[in-house]
């Protein structure tokens, strides 16, 4: 399965061995089911069983095979053929893993796009994101846009062997980067429905790792209860004034109800994407509202790492705004109208009963929460470089060009802020001058269902 | 006993009542209620139906109370119960409660919520009093408010075309299905001499002997039952209407077209079992008629490219087998193979939007690609003939247009010169004088006034396939549709015996529901001068009430049984002679088409996208 962004052409297969997931199966969507003496004997026997089985999944939700479950698209604890031994190993046209001078470009670009070349951490996580729903045609647009509408999993886990591997490490180090032996890169896959982490290869650590990483989990745990709650808030059956732990099993029950339109909103309400040091929005509530890419412009005075980001950033980041934005304007004509007629067509599309047309852009339950505001791409960087890196290719250079999304570059030394128009940047003053504080977040989310401004967290 | 099952029918009638005054947008209130006094229901009928095993299920029957009663008719309410009953109530209430407990929050948030619920409450009434009904007339309410509710959900997205496109398609072929049950109630009046119970035709002697002495009027009666049931039941050449119902929420395209409402048509034919099963000659058309259907349906089934259709076809061709099962007898497997394929399709359609990642995760670990060659024997060229007329669903969808509907609007078309400035006059004079013949009757010659009964329907109905062909003057279609109801009563006047009484009973239901109509298209014409009959308007969004007055009006003279103008159309049927079934089928003719056109002119005003573009408008095909 391909898990790269959409636009690209995959050159490296990554096989899965040892898998011992099961694809569980489901009579009910057998074409078996239609056809005239089977028919005949599946309507006498399991068609009785539906009965049961519509009752059981009304009442008591639970996992069956007509679930989406992200965590079942890898198998944990299966092999993954990483390592290429052969180049002319190919397959489909495609190189079985990656040698070890491929491994190290690709450690040393994700290390240092994002600013990760110093103080390394004993455990650092890799996760990637998918998400769990059933009866969810556009469940592809839960998942993760950069791996293809799939769950993260085998690329998290794909880059942690990497980064762990000696030989890879030894390379780095030649190349300047020095990873301690004492830090162990993890995979992991945050479900985003669920809330709910799962994570790879942990055996790799050792005693006095397995520590932390038993604390960590914990401290994850608690986030992801934290988040359910968050997010449980723009849901108009959940109170998010209850207590944490039955919100939580609510947004979780959600994720399997049959009947449920909106497992989860998704990125509705996106409106910002904040390129630079994490210090910069360190203590901002910014209702989770924003794309947080991670960099730092010291290590890269030229933006060729920064080209890397935006050559992605925008039109994945600009691209899921765009179709929040058109879907949100005109769900009937540029969305895709409400889901609930929906009807499947050859595994390709829905459209609306069986004479329509098919439909594109967002249901209706995925963007009625959504303000439709272009993409605000905000930047750590000098003008100048900004302006050079995003002039680099006209692919890229057309976002900024035509305003399908701002650009805002924020000046690393002075923290002046400049607004990118009509191909130059031009001082910008920010209308407040001070940002108003919280100090409960619990209680902030749980004042209203509508947007909430910045907010400082004290 | 007897009094119980009278509850387990008025129950739904009452909560359907409730539920138009529940707060619009309450969803709370509205599904809480709706869940709640459904669970009683099949609470009840659970505990009803077990006691009722337990005294040794005999059948039940109640003759409820007369509506109309002269000397040689009585138009009366009729409930009768056996073990089909049973199982209809059983499997019926179980699949509607848990359909709307699913509803409550799959509709969360929806424009329309209240009126969903309202919409599957009136289904539900309608549902029971078809199964427990004791008589046609009976079964006929029921049928006709399932008629009304399935274009009602159909076009739940009444915003967009292709719903109210296709609700008003299902809507005339479930008219089509009417024309046999209410031919089928005449001939049963001169059959029986009564409005027959199905009570009694579960004394064979009875049935035995009347059908020797007039064998054809059974075979003409069971012919009947089986177009409605065939209709009903979307068996060839009607089955095309299936999949094209599946315009509305999921879980209504479950409840009515994979599930209940579907399998009425083979409800229709184990209730009057009795009656057509000594005719060999029926039998054998029965069972072919579902054979046929059968194979066909799963061929179609098999080339589907949505899901949703693949459903209701698969779901067909199990309704071709029930019917065959019955033509065989076997009305015990038929049951079971009621409930089985009703709880599968439902449970199918529910979780069809599912397909797609469960076949794609299927694909990626079992496809293997089939070998395919392109021969060109003639094995291999049969084969590409099948699949291309399974893919274009048999061509029944054109066939019914070009065989049935092009026709009836050709015929129409050639009144066009009729028009809003002579249509006055013209009929003014043209009744007029017939009414002074009606007057002289005793002085024409007998030959004539044989004749005059079947002249005069026949303008009535050239009328209405004027109202029907389109691109006419609301007013004049309109005045056409409602003049119908007065030609008839002309003609029936021939007749002996009708009487004034009788004659203001039929009309006033007409008149008043006339009068309202008109009101309510002179309220919207008066503020929308551009309101004409030739695209859609959807005038529903800013003239909502005058459209539910308007709907009422439209039934009340298409004699939905909410009107008195249903119990007189039973009368004008009840004199209409045994030896004139030219005229009985221009009436029937008249009434379903008439009531056609009157839900296309609702569909027209009220229903289809905004005429104004300051609304939110979907594009067409959407």
Redesign the interface.
Known sequence: ?KVCPAPMTPKYLIREEADNKK?PK?F??S?H????LL??I???????W??I???LN??IPGTS????NSFRHMDKFSRLSIVNVNPDDKENGLQVGYTFDEMTDRVEGLLKSIGLVKNFAPIIYVVGHGASS????H?AGYDCGDCSGRPGSVNARVVCFMANHPEVRKRLSDRGIHIPATTLFMGGLHDTTRDEIEFYDETLADAHMNEMHQRNKAAFRKALVQNAVERSRRF??IDPKSDEKKVYALVQRRSV??????PELNHATNTLCVVGRRQMTDHLFLDRRAFMNSYDYSIDPEGNYLFNILKAAAPVCGGINLEYYFSRT????TGA???????????IGV???????L?TGLPQ?MI?VHDPLRLLIIVEHFEDVVLKVIRKTPELYEWFENEWIHLVAVNPETYNLSYFTEGRFIPYEPLAERLPVADNVRKLVASTRENIPVHILS | MENYIEYLIIWPVIIFIISLFLPKYNEKWISGYALSVLAVHFIASAAFVIYWMVQGSEWINIKEFSVYRSEDFDFYIDFFFDHVSAVFLMVGSFITFLVITYSRYYMHRESGYKRYFNTVLLFYAGYILTIVSGNMETLFIGWEILGLTSFLLIAFYRERYLPVKNAFKVFSIYRIGDVGILLAIWASHHLWHENISFYKLQNFDLVHHHLQAHSWFGIFISLMLLIAASAKSAQFPFSSWLPRAMEGPTPSSAIFYGSLSVHLGAFLLMRTMNFWEHQISIRILIGLAGFFTAVIAVLTARVQSSIKSQIAYASISQLGLIFVELSLGWTHVALVHFAGNAFLRTYQLLVSPSAVSYLIREQFYNFVPQEQNIGNSLSKKLEYTIYLMSIKEWNMDYLLDKFIWTPLKDLGKLLRFINVHNIFYFFLILYSLSIILVYFKHSIPVQVVQVLPSFFAAIGLLGVFRAYAGRINIFVCWFLIIMNHFWIVLAISFNDALSAYEIGFYLSGVIIAAIAGTAAILYVKKREPGLDLNSHQGYVYEYPKTAMVFLLSALGIAGFPISLTFVGEDIIFSHIEYDQVFLAFVLSLGYIISGIALIRIYSRIFLGPHAKSYHETAIKAG
């Open positions: 399965m694809n489901d009910h969507f074409g089911t239609h056809s005239l028919g005949w599946v309507t006498h026997t399991i068609g009785l539906s009965a089985r519509l009752f009304i009442f095979p007509a679930t989406t059933v009866n969810n045609t469940y108009e059956n109800s049959l009947f449920e339109p909106r005109d769900n009937q004509k109208g409400t889901k609930l007629p929906h009807n499947v067509v050859g595994l459209s609306n009963g069986t004479d329509g047309d439909r339950q009625e």
